[in-house]
T-cell receptor, first 114, second 110 residues
Framework: GAVVSQHPSWVICKSGTSVKIECRSL??????MFWYRQFPKQSLMLMAT?????????EQGVEKDKFLINHASLTLSTLTVTSAHPEDSSFYICSALWGNNEQFFGPGTRLTVL | AQRVTQPEKLLSVFKGAPVELKCNYS??????LFWYVQYSRQRLQLLLRHISRESIKGFTADLNKGETSFHLKKPFAQEEDSAMYYCALGGTGGGNKLTFGTGTQLKVEL
């Protein structure tokens, strides 16, 4: 149990376009999900906390208008990278909070902006 | 501010040797510490958490508040332990948010 999926696993887009990444909890409901960003050979950096039915909470330095988060249901949170630029290329990972404060992680989405 | 330090990027040991992955933290409140593991081409998964006081796959970690450390230990390394290990810090009032260390790549050689 407690499986989290992400879609797509890999996306390439042109500079200036928007990209949507989905995070789903497959076998449990998650009122809270988290979005992380990971640069090569670096750690996971928390971008924002996604709360079902309310606005996301962004970490300091993360542009909320750039990284739009929508948590429309108890099993789905989406991250939209708007007007993507090459510096947004990264590995984006989501997690969903389950039970006793344990986060279950998705497999990640690799974004490449040309 | 919360901070997690993992001083070693890479730790290489021989099979059967003891392993210690270091983790130090900085946090003003009551900390919750976790170790996550990422095997090759797999997602991040929880290995253990300090409040559980469990031994998972032979690994243990003790929270030392005096030294602000949460080192991960295993007495005899196995080849299948080769992976990336991340120490993470949560805490009361943090809304379940986690701060991750930079990770240590453990390589167990035959």
């Amino acid at each position: 149990g407690a499986v989290v999926s992400q879609h797509p696993s890999w996306v390439i887009c042109k500079s200036g376009t928007s990209v949507k990444i989905e995070c789903r909890s497959l076998d449990f409901q998650a009122t809270t999900m988290f979005w992380y960003r990971q640069f090569p050979k670096q750690s996971l950096m928390l971008m924002a906390t996604s709360n079902e039915g309310s606005k996301a909470t962004y970490e300091q330095g993360v542009e909320k208008d750039k990284f739009l988060i929508n948590h429309a249901s108890l099993t789905l949170s989406t991250l939209t990278v708007t007007s993507a630029h090459p510096e947004d290329s990264s590995f984006y990972i989501c997690s969903a909070l389950w039970g006793n404060n344990e986060q279950f992680f998705g497999p990640g989405t690799r974004l490449t902006v040309l | 501010a919360q901070r997690v330090t993992q001083p070693e990027k890479l730790l290489s040991v021989f099979k059967g040797a003891p392993v210690e992955l270091k983790c130090n933290y900085s946090y003003s409140g009551s900390p919750e510490l976790f170790w996550y593991v990422q095997y090759s081409r797999q997602r991040l998964q929880l290995l253990l958490r300090h409040i559980s006081r469990e031994s998972i796959k032979g690994f243990t970690a003790d929270l030392n508040k005096g030294e602000t450390s949460f080192h991960l230990k295993k007495p005899f390394a196995q080849e299948e332990d080769s992976a990336m290990y991340y120490c993470a810090l949560g805490g009361t009032g943090g809304g379940n948010k986690l701060t991750f260390g930079t990770g240590t790549q453990l390589k167990v050689e035959l």
